[in-house]
């Protein structure tokens, strides 16, 4: 719900999602839930189906995505983070998931200063063949690295080998495991991003977020890009 240019941003990743054609979405809310209910109420301004699960105690991002298991009923789900935007073409990523038979793929894109960041690393196929946390003493020699760009497409039966009912992260747990099986790829993009949990991106974003990602205004009822 943080603001950005008047707009709470979950606003611009809803429109966001809805222009690459999403039509179902379920939020994963805890903390402030309930002024994120009053905001996106069911989607609807968005042209969405906006469902709710709701977490009592605080889960991790793997927890989080666990504890939706129950709603999702296809077979192949795409997570996203709450405080990133990566403008993915979201057709493209699940086609090369697809075509690659993925239990999971990332987006990765490319930074020049990665020390808040895990970093990945793919092989010539795009197979992820190591997951490096930010604490990781392998970036000091990089002068660039892979991210995650917080967008990632899961089989649903991935979810099935999380434990239930405990706190689950997706960064150190879920990823460097995906990783070992070998099933697990890295979809590189160069499309826009924003992490607004870095000053300097929250405030860049001030000015730029609508313009990049050329998304919709609910507001005024137009459609999306």
């Not at 200063?113 to 197979?127: A, E, F, I, P």
Request: net charge positive; with cysteine; aromatic share 8%.
């Amino acid at each position: 719900m943080a603001p950005v240019a008047g707009r709470p941003f979950l606003d611009y990743l809803l429109c966001w999602l809805r222009s690459e054609g999403v039509e179902d979405v379920i939020l994963c809310v805890g903390h402030k839930r309930s002024s994120i209910q009053t905001f996106v109420r069911s989607g609807r301004k968005w042209g969405l189906h906006v469902d709710y699960s709701i977490e009592r105690r605080l889960l991790g991002t793997g927890g989080a995505v666990k504890k939706a298991e129950s709603m999702i009923s296809a077979s192949r789900v795409i997570v996203l983070n709450g405080d990133t935007l990566l403008g993915v073409n979201l057709q493209q990523l699940v086609s090369f998931h697809h075509d690659r038979s993925a239990l999971a793929t990332l987006t990765t894109i490319k930074v020049a200063d990665q020390q808040r960041y895990g970093s990945l690393k793919l092989d010539r196929k795009g197979r992820i063949t190591a997951f490096l946390e930010k604490s990781s003493n392998h970036h000091g020699r990089q002068k660039t690295a892979l991210i995650s760009g917080g967008v990632y497409v899961f089989e649903k039966r991935v979810l099935a080998t999380l434990g239930k009912r405990r706190t689950i992260s997706l960064e150190k747990e879920v990823f460097p495991r995906l990783a070992a099986n070998r099933r697990s790829y890295g979809f590189v993009t160069d499309a826009p991003f924003v992490d607004i949990g870095v000053p300097e991106d929250f405030q860049r974003a001030q000015g730029e977020l609508r313009e990049r990602f050329r998304l919709c205004d609910p507001y005024k009822g137009a459609a999306p890009h």
